[in-house]
């Protein structure tokens, strides 16, 4: 069993800056690339950062300069740092991770609950 817990959404006023946090736990051997998602009522689930094992990024266009992902190997974490907030980007912050299980050593993907994020303008 491996699960992925994020924390640290709620509410901030625009231009303000936020961080998330999500940790993976249970019978890891290994993690590949983390990233986080984000899904707006009414829109698709998007990527907004991807972390790879080695340490590369990507980001949304949406989001460079301005969101930076970021993950601690030993802790099995990534984070995600939020600044210069804007109300567009109110929405579900989902964590993901693609993780060797130590019974399966397949990569799989898996996904954490989610934690809301609103921005006020």
């Known amino acids: 069993q491996v699960q992925l817990v994020e924390s640290g959404g709620g509410l901030v006023q625009a231009g303000g800056s936020l961080g998330l946090s999500c940790a993976a736990s249970?019978?890891?051997?290994?993690?590949?690339?983390m990233g986080w998602y984000r899904q707006a009522p009414g829109k698709q689930r998007e990527l907004v950062a991807r972390i790879t094992g080695g340490g590369g990024t990507d980001y949304a266009d949406s989001v460079k300069g301005r969101f930076t992902i970021s993950r601690d190997n030993a802790k099995n974490t990534v984070y995600l740092q939020m600044n210069s907030l804007k109300p567009e980007d109110t929405a579900v912050y989902y964590c993901?991770?693609?993780?060797?299980?130590?019974?399966?050593?397949?990569?799989?993907?898996?996904w954490g609950k989610g934690t809301l994020v609103t921005v006020s303008s």
């Open positions: 249970g019978i890891i051997f290994s993690i590949n690339a």
């Open positions: 993901n991770a693609d993780i060797i299980t130590t019974f399966s050593m397949r990569d799989m993907p898996y």
